[in-house]
C-alpha cells in the first residue's frame, strides 16, 4: 500500500495551537492596520488586526453576560464579510460553537440546520435576512437569543414582536454588555479562553451536499490550525506578512474561503470583502496580490474572452484573437522560446497586460478548490501571467488535502499533499486520507461516521482518482457519481460532463444513463454563448434558438467529438437542449456551483423519459440523436 506525503522537509506542522492563539500571533507579530475591510453604504469600513481582536474580545464577554457556556452553539445567517469573522473569532474566545448557514439554504434546510444543531443563538446579519427568517422563528424552539448586526429603524417594532421565548439584541448592545463584563472582571474572557483544548469543537458546518439532507461536520480548533499552518506553509516563500492584498468573494459559509481567512489573518494580509459581481471593479481599486476561487468562476472568465474574441471587430478583435490563440497553444511547464516567446512578449504588451489589469494588476497568484480546474484553462491564463493553483480538499478534512505549489505546478492535477497529510488510494480507486485535518466526525450521526473513518484512521472521500509517481494527485470522478447500464458497464460521467461544458455552448451538463441500455446527457444552454456564435438573434428566445439547425450541428459535432475518446458502449447518443440556467437560488447548484445530481434529476425526470422513449418524447425542450 503506497501512502504518499508532502515532499521530505517542507513546510511546517503543528498540532497543538487553538484558533484564538492565531489572532494572538498576528497582533504581535503581524499587526495590519489594513486587516479587515467591508463595504458599508458604499464606503470602505477598516479594522486594524487590534480593532478587531479588541471587539472579539467584547463580544466573547457579550456572550458570557448572556450566561452562555462553553460549547453552546451559535448558528450564524450571515454575509461574508468582517462581521462574519468578527461573529466567528468572538465565539471561538468564549470557547463556544458557530453554525454558520448557508444563503442559498431553503427554508426547510435552514430550520433543519437550527434544530439539529441545537443552537441557541441566532446571529443575523441584516433586515433583508431577518425578513427571510421571520416565518420560521415560531418555530425555533431551541433559540434564546436573536442577534441583528445591523439594524434598520425598524428594528425595535421588529423586536417587539419576536416570540417571548427569543431575546433580541443588536451587536452594539451585545458589544456593550461585554464592555461592561469586563470593565468589572477585565481577565474574564482570558479565564475563558485558557482552557479551549486543541480538540475542541470549534464550528459545525452542514455540508450543502449534492445528495441528500445536510450532516454537521464537526472540525476542531486542531483541525483548522493545522490545516492553515500546514497549507499556508508551502507558500512561505511567495506570501510577504503584512504586505499581501486579498479580495475575498466566495462564501465564508464554505471551508475553504474561511481557513484561507483564518491564515490570511495569521499573517496580517489586507483581506477586502466583496461580491462576484463587484470582483472587477473593485479588484481595479484594491489592486489583490492573491485571491481564491472556484473553477466555475475561471470558466466563466475564460468563456467572456472568448466570447469577446468571436464578437469583437476590427484590430483590436483580430489581436485579441491572437492572444487567445497563443494562449490556448500554451504550456506553462514548458514554455516557447524563440520566434514564439518574442511573439508572447508582443502580446503580452499589447493584449495579456490588459487581462492582468482587469485584476488589479499585482495578482502573484490565485488557489482555485472546491472541483476540478480545466488543465487547458490553467495553461490557457498562465501566458498572461495569471496563475491559478489547484487544490483538493473537502469540509471533512478542513478543507486542503493536496496543493500545487507555484514553483513546480502540474495543470490537470489536484497538486501534493501538504505537510503531516497522508494520502493513499484504495483499490476500487477510492482517494483516502489520513491526519490531524480529518474531522472529529458527523455531528450526531456516529454511524455515517464510521461509514467515512475506518479504524486505521483513514477518510474515505468518496473521491476516485490517482498519485503519479511524485504523488501529484489526479481527480477522476465521484465515487457516487458513478452509474451502471442496463448491459452491466459502469459509467464515470464527470469527465465527459466538463468536456461538453468547455464549450460555450453549454452551461451545465449532466450524463445520464444508470439502468437504460446508453448514456445520454441533459445539456443546459448558455444564452451569451449562444448569442456571442450568432445561433440566437434577439429577442433571443427558446422559440428561436431550440430549433436552429446551425444549432443541432454544432451540439451534434461537440458530442461526436467527445464520443470519439470513449468505446462505443461509454458513448452518449442522445442529447436534450433546454434553455434553463441551473443556479443556487433555485437549489440545483451547491454554493461551490457544483451540480446538484440528485435535486436536477428529480426536477427533470420528463426530459430523462423523453431521453429513452422511441421516438423521443415531445417536451419544452428539444432532443437530438448524436450517435446510432
Known sequence: ????????????V????TLPDLLDEAVTRYPNPRAFNQRVNGQWETWSTQMFQERARRLAAGWMALGLQPGDKVAMFMHSNADFCLVDMGTQLAAMVDVPIYLTYTPEFIEYTIHHSESQVLVVADEGLLERLWPLLPRLQHIRHLVLVRPSARWEAQRANFPPSIQGWTLDELLQRGQALLEKDPTAVDRRRQ??????????????GTTGRPKGVMLTHRNLTFNVISAFSVYFDHFVPQQEVILSFLPMTHIFARMMQYGFMWLGAAVYFTEPKRLVEDAQEVRPTAFIVVPRLVERIYERIQERAQTMKGLQGWLLRQAVAAAQAYDWLNPPRGLQALRLRILDALVYRRWRALLGGRLKWANSGGAALRA??????????????????????????????????RPGTAGQPIPGVEVRIAEDGEILTRGPHVMKGYYKNPEATREVIDEEGWFHTGDIGELDED??????????HLFKLSTG?????????????????????LVVGEGRKFAAALLFLSLEGLRSAGLCQEPCSPETFLHDARL??????????????????????RVALLPETLTMEDGMLTPTLKVRRRHVLARYQAVVEALYQTPPGQGPWVILDVEH
Open 1 to 12: 500500500m503506497r501512502i504518499c506525503t508532502a515532499p521530505a522537509g517542507e513546510g511546517r
Open 14 to 17: 503543528e498540532v497543538n495551537r
Open 195 to 208: 482552557n479551549i483544548q486543541p480538540e475542541d469543537l470549534a464550528t459545525i458546518l452542514y455540508t450543502s
Open 376 to 409: 487547458e484553462l490553467v495553461h490557457f491564463f498562465a501566458a498572461a501571467g495569471i496563475y491559478f493553483l489547484e487544490g483538493y480538499g473537502l469540509t471533512e478534512t478542513s478543507p486542503v488535502i493536496t496543493v500545487n505549489r507555484l514553483e513546480r505546478p
Open 471 to 480: 504523488c501529484y494527485l489526479r481527480i477522476t470522478d465521484r465515487k457516487k
Open 489 to 509: 458497464k459502469y459509467i464515470a460521467p464527470q469527465a465527459m460532463e466538463d468536456a461538453l461544458r468547455e464549450s460555450i455552448l453549454v452551461d451545465q451538463a
Open 552 to 573: 443541432h450541428d454544432e451540439i451534434t459535432r461537440l458530442v461526436r467529438t467527445l464520443n470519439q475518446r470513449y468505446p462505443r458502449w461509454m458513448r452518449i447518443r
